[in-house]
Nanobody
Framework: QVQLVEFGGGLVQAGGSLRLSCAASGFIFGNYGMGWFRQAPGKEREFVAAINRVGSGTDYADSVKGRFTISRDNDKNTVYLSMNSLKPDDTAVYYC??????????????WGQGTQVTVSS
């Protein structure tokens, strides 16, 4: 069955860095655009970043542009989110997601369970 499993969350001080990984299985990874989303306490889930099927195109929310980088390794069926210059406002549960064929900001097909990122001030 389809699985998306996130790794790499944790507690970090403001200004620090983290790298999230998401391991995919149960579908043809190279046929899917991948995205990262996050949900902070009391807030709706929001788009963070997306990458196309081959890794040649990316899209970022304005709030993370210049600080976060999304990448993928199709040989390893894994998508990454490198997060630098972290701020307390980045505190959230981070989810990876997959969407067939496209790169976009909504209407994803598959979702992971999420990993907590906490940024202390």
């Amino acid at each position: 069955q389809v699985q998306l499993v996130e790794f790499g969350g944790g507690l970090v001080q403001a200004g620090g860095s983290l790298r999230l990984s998401c391991a995919a299985s149960g579908f043809i990874f190279g046929n899917y655009g991948m995205g990262w989303f996050r949900q902070a306490p009391g807030k709706e889930r929001e788009f963070v970043a997306a990458i196309n099927r081959v890794g040649s195109g990316t899209d970022y929310a304005d709030s993370v542009k210049g600080r976060f980088t999304i990448s993928r390794d199709n040989d390893k069926n894994t998508v990454y989110l490198s997060m630098n210059s972290l701020k307390p406002d980045d505190t959230a549960v981070y989810y990876c997601a997959a969407v067939f064929f496209f790169m976009r900001r909504e209407n994803y097909d598959y979702w992971g369970q999420g990993t907590q990122v906490t940024v202390s001030s």
